[in-house]
């Protein structure tokens, strides 16, 4: 979608105490990303131009962490309204306002759209919902003409009002021409004596101008002020994801125990089994088999591979075409070839495996000194007998071989055979007389 005129304000200076948690709200996490950058995506989805955050002066760490926004400060908590207006200075009266919500992160790139094709015809689009339970959600009063004449708070709602079941969200769009004006006609004559966003409805309609209200779905509306919120809102995402995949033609083997990040990219083809977990930074290429219960972090997979089950696949590793890693395999920031085999029991860091090497089974790379990490290089079609330590930095040359049991710490070149076994000693009649000396038999 090309530029639009548009500006959002992003409201995130709640403290968040029903967390209880000394993490700001908004940086709690679903699909490995914090709950406001779900927002920030969104809204380089739907090409906004300028993206405004309103934090509390006590949040310099989220600041920080929010390069792509620009920022401003809430001083004073003192209602929704008062929020949007802190930042002022950004809305320069020819560009329409996007209100949200930093704890609202479910929201689609669709419904924004629908919000602004809604503006074309309206001064103040209200995001509302149909929720299974209104409990204590405010009311959209529309009109016959499918105006917004107000919103209206439950506790303040006639009993006619409180059978109306569209929802208010708290997600506006203005027309920018006139959202200073309505933001700054906003008062605090209330209970509580804060300055109410949901005011500017009335506002607007007293002013001549036209409200109108879009309808979203409740699940991508959910608001999260709890850890109980934060789950559901993980397994709204979660559900997504899975469809997502599913559609684009991936076999989830059961998809209710797979779980993805917000940045997992897998290709059609790929055959998944159970209890598979994908953390951030993963792209899987099209016809790969994970076996389960497998995990995998900032890595790429590359076509035809088969992984698991119970493989570690750690961050800096690629996997070329074709390569198999076994059952109770761990790769940590290596290459492995195309064709390669680490089919069982190995740990392989910071290594680089060519074309057709053959791990065999509990070998291990001694990547680390207790201060520095080194490199092990195997070039192609090298192969590694059973339980052997390759200690680094150590390079193998094509064709190579390791026997079984070594500890190999030097070079090894093309077409040898390293190995680091003492020779056989059988000791005739040894066992007898050990197991004589423990009074095991006569």
Request: charged content about 25%.
């Amino acid at each position: 979608m090309s530029k639009i005129k548009l500006i959002s304000v992003v409201l995130g200076a709640g403290k968040g105490t029903r967390m209880k948690s000394a993490k700001p709200k908004v940086m709690h996490e679903i699909g490995h990303l914090p709950m406001v950058q779900h927002i920030e995506y969104l809204l380089e989805n739907v090409g906004c131009a300028k993206k405004v955050f309103v934090s509390s002066p006590d949040m310099q760490d989220t600041r920080d962490h929010l390069t792509a926004f620009d920022h401003t400060i809430q001083k004073q908590a003192l209602g929704t309204g008062h929020a949007v207006l802190s930042a002022a200075n950004y809305i320069d009266g020819t560009t329409d306002v996007l209100v949200l919500y930093g704890d609202t992160p479910l929201v689609t790139e669709q419904t924004i759209k629908n919000m602004i094709t809604a503006r074309k015809d309206y001064d103040l689009v209200v995001l509302g919902m149909h929720p299974q339970d209104p409990a204590q959600y405010g009311r959209l009063i529309m009109d016959n003409a499918g105006w917004l004449t107000r919103i209206v708070e439950f506790k303040e709602a006639t009993k006619a009002e409180k059978k109306v079941t569209f929802c208010n969200s708290g997600i506006v769009l203005i027309n920018g021409k006139h959202a200073l004006d309505l933001l700054e006609t906003i008062n605090n004559k209330n209970a509580k004596g804060e300055y109410y966003l949901t005011d500017i409805v009335e506002i607007a309609n007293q002013k001549g101008l036209k409200a109108t209200a879009v309808v979203g779905d409740e699940k991508e509306l959910i608001g999260v002020n709890s850890c109980v919120e934060l789950a559901e809102a993980e397994h709204i995402f979660q559900t997504r994801q899975r469809h997502k995949f599913l559609n684009a033609g991936v076999t989830l083997r059961d998809p209710a125990t797979t779980y993805f990040s917000y940045d997992t990219k897998i290709d059609g083809g790929c055959i998944i089994e159970p209890n598979v977990f994908f953390g951030p930074g993963v792209t899987i290429e099209k016809d790969v088999t994970i076996r389960a219960n497998s995990y995998f972090e900032d890595c790429h997979i590359k076509q035809k591979a088969c992984i698991g089950p119970f493989a570690r696949i750690r961050p800096g590793t690629e996997i070329a075409e074709q390569a198999k890693i076994g059952n109770f395999v761990e790769i940590k920031k290596s290459k492995i070839g195309k064709g390669s085999k680490v089919s069982h029991l190995s740990y392989i860091g910071d290594s680089t495996l060519g074309e057709n090497v053959n791990i065999g089974a509990g070998t291990i790379t001694c990547n680390y000194d207790g201060y520095n990490k080194y490199q092990t290089i195997l070039e192609d079609g090298v192969f590694i007998g059973s339980n052997s330590s390759l200690v680094a930095p150590l390079t193998i040359g094509k064709n190579a071989i390791v026997g079984a049991g070594s500890s190999i710490t030097k070079n090894i070149n093309e077409d040898e055979i390293g190995i680091t076994r003492v020779d056989q000693k059988n000791i005739k009649d040894a066992a007898r007389r050990f197991r004589k000396s423990k009074r095991l038999i006569d």
